[in-house]
């Protein structure tokens, strides 16, 4: 089940007011991957069976704008450009899709490893592929490789016992997030295994 809720925000201890409560239906399988676009006020999810659909409100109601099936393998991450323009997914298999905000395909590519994550640079020049195996690797913008991450931690470790968790790259230029006064020379890019 997917279920959207939206919180007003509300004075006192009380907390906010439920103002949205709305199942989407959609997906056949178990929703394994959602991700925000806030920039666009939109919502996109991947089942277990690869299918990726993306939601959009329209008159206070979420409605699928877009559906896509590889039928091939299963999404394992999805990531939007810091600016909401692009859509980066992988799946399992080493594919990678690009796609537009508008839903128009931009770029594929079958990359000749298993992927696990992906996360854009805050300019979104550089894109990060995760291994389920805790390799980290720099591509450009369209695809092309450029080089892995070196990751010091993981010398002499089998990839069974430091799988990767998480890639996350803070954009210290975003504003409203709470974190102005962090330093913007400090540390922007979080390797989690």
């Given at each position: 089940?997917?279920?959207?809720?939206?919180?007003?925000?509300?004075?006192?201890?009380?907390?906010?007011?439920?103002?949205?409560?709305?199942?989407?239906?959609?997906?056949?399988?178990?929703?394994?991957?959602?991700?925000?676009?806030?920039?666009?006020?939109?919502?996109?999810?991947?089942?277990?069976?690869?299918?990726?659909?993306?939601?959009?409100?329209?008159?206070?109601?979420?409605?699928?704008?877009?559906?896509?099936?590889?039928?091939?393998?299963?999404?394992?991450?999805?990531?939007?450009?810091?600016n909401?323009?692009?859509?980066?997914?992988?799946?399992?298999?080493?594919?990678?899709?690009?796609?537009?905000?508008?839903?128009?395909?931009?770029?594929?590519?079958?990359?000749?490893i298993?992927?696990?994550?992906?996360?854009?640079?805050?300019?979104?020049?550089?894109?990060?592929?995760?291994?389920?195996?805790?390799?980290?690797?720099?591509?450009?913008?369209?695809?092309?490789?450029?080089?892995?991450?070196?990751?010091?931690?993981l010398?002499g470790?089998?990839?069974?016992?430091m799988?990767?968790?998480?890639?996350?790259?803070?954009?210290?230029?975003?504003?409203?997030?709470?974190?102005?006064?962090?330093?913007?020379?400090?540390?922007?890019?979080?390797?989690a295994?």
């Open positions: 089940m997917l279920k959207v809720l939206k919180l007003e925000s509300g004075k006192g201890q009380g907390g906010g007011n439920l103002s949205m409560n709305q199942n989407l239906q959609g997906h056949k399988g178990n929703v394994q991957v959602i991700q925000w676009n806030d920039q666009y006020q939109k919502l996109t999810t991947s089942d277990e069976a690869g299918l990726i659909i993306v939601w959009m409100m329209h008159k206070q109601h979420w409605f699928e704008e877009m559906i896509n099936n590889r039928n091939k393998s299963v999404v394992t991450d999805m990531r939007w450009t810091p909401g323009e692009k859509i980066g997914i992988v799946y399992e298999d080493g594919a990678v899709i690009v796609g537009s905000v508008e839903g128009t395909r931009l770029w594929g590519k079958e990359l000749k298993r992927l696990k994550l992906i996360e854009w640079s805050p300019d979104s020049r550089t894109i990060l592929f995760g291994t389920p195996e805790g390799a980290v690797n720099v591509y450009d913008y369209v695809g092309n490789y450029q080089f892995p991450v070196k990751i010091q931690c010398r470790m089998k990839a069974t016992e799988p990767l968790a998480a890639i996350e790259w803070y954009d210290s230029n975003r504003q409203g997030f709470g974190y102005e006064d962090v330093d913007e020379n400090s540390a922007s890019l979080c390797i295994y």
